[in-house]
């Protein structure tokens, strides 16, 4: 059974950039069917995709965070990544990863392949401080 | 982007009542949505996805409907597990989520 970890600092000062990684076990992220994605959650508010990456390293982003947002795969590790820049105060949340599972829509406009979660991790707080 | 907007924001309601939760959405997604289930400190859980396929161990009193802008999901008779919040997803454009429901006593 697939189960994945999310890990990284608890704080970040604002202006600088939040790393997290995200553990996969029970299964190969090199394994041609992994698709995986970050969702994050403010507090007291609702979900909010981050992005998606695919096994082969194809991203697909949230518009909205598109131009500070990096998701990676180390397959050596066996773990994903994501990196935020520029944080604010407004980017303090839990952080999920999750699994994308089949099936998967293809969106024409921005050749966006997209799913919905079945495995998630438990998710990691980060509080940026001013 | 597509928003997508869930009501009730809260639901009151008794253990074996019918329960029905909707979503609607700002353009047409087809059938790329899914529901997932919230408990308190603890990560959403994947209910149904592509509108209506039940995810495998879901119990079938959850059930999904609807294509286009306006979707449901239906819990048939309401049990004590079931209280918790509920988000819809699109997948079809990017991808958003409905701001909850709660389902509360």
């Known amino acids: 059974q697939l189960q994945l970890q999310e890990s990284g600092p608890g704080l970040v000062k604002a202006s600088e950039t939040l790393s997290l990684t995200c553990a996969v076990a029970?299964?190969?992220?090199?394994?041609?069917?992994?698709?995986g994605g970050w969702i994050r959650q403010r507090p007291g508010r609702g979900l909010e995709w981050i992005g998606n990456?695919?096994?082969?390293?194809?991203?697909y982003y949230n518009p909205s965070l598109k131009s500070r947002v990096t998701i990676s795969v180390d397959t050596s590790k066996n773990h994903l990544s994501l990196q935020l820049t520029s944080v604010t105060a407004a980017d303090t949340a839990l952080y999920y990863c999750?699994?994308?599972?089949?099936?998967?829509?293809?969106?024409?406009?921005?050749?966006?392949?997209?799913?919905?979660?079945?495995?998630w991790g438990r998710g990691t707080m980060v509080t940026v401080s001013s | 982007d597509i928003q997508m907007t869930q009501s009730p924001s809260t639901l009151s309601a008794s253990v074996g009542d019918r329960v029905t939760i909707t979503c609607r959405a700002s353009?047409?997604?087809?059938?790329?949505l899914a529901w997932y289930q919230q408990k308190p400190e603890n990560a959403p859980k994947l209910l149904i996805y592509?509108?209506?396929s039940l995810e495998t161990g879901v119990p079938s009193r959850f059930s999904g409907s609807g294509s286009g802008t306006e979707f449901t999901l239906t819990i048939s008779s309401l049990q004590p597990e079931d209280f918790a919040t509920y988000y819809c997803?699109?997948?079809?454009?990017?991808?958003?989520f409905g701001q909850g429901t709660k389902v509360e006593i």
């Open positions: 999750a699994r994308a599972k089949e099936p998967t829509s293809y969106d024409l406009l921005t050749g966006y392949l997209l799913r919905s979660f079945d495995i």
């Open positions: 029970g299964g190969s992220i090199s394994d041609r069917t992994f698709y």
């Open positions: 990456i695919y096994y082969s390293g194809s991203t």
């Open positions: 353009q047409s997604v087809s059938t790329w």
């Open positions: 592509k509108a209506s």
């Open positions: 997803q699109q997948y079809y454009s990017y991808s958003t």
